[in-house]
């Protein structure tokens, strides 16, 4: 494994887990997939 290869998507995953984190689009994606509602899951599969 290229350690620099490693770490630079490594960052690249970081950046856009905290846009996403940001504009809301993790906790939509999460409530969907994670929550406890089974038909918001049924809508997207």
Request: aromatic share 4%; net charge negative.
């Amino acid at each position: 494994m290229n350690d620099e290869k490693s770490a630079a998507l490594c960052q690249e995953l970081n950046e856009f887990l905290k846009k996403i984190r940001a504009d809301g689009t993790l906790k939509e994606i999460d409530d969907i997939w994670m929550g406890v509602d089974e038909e918001k899951k049924g809508e997207h599969s």
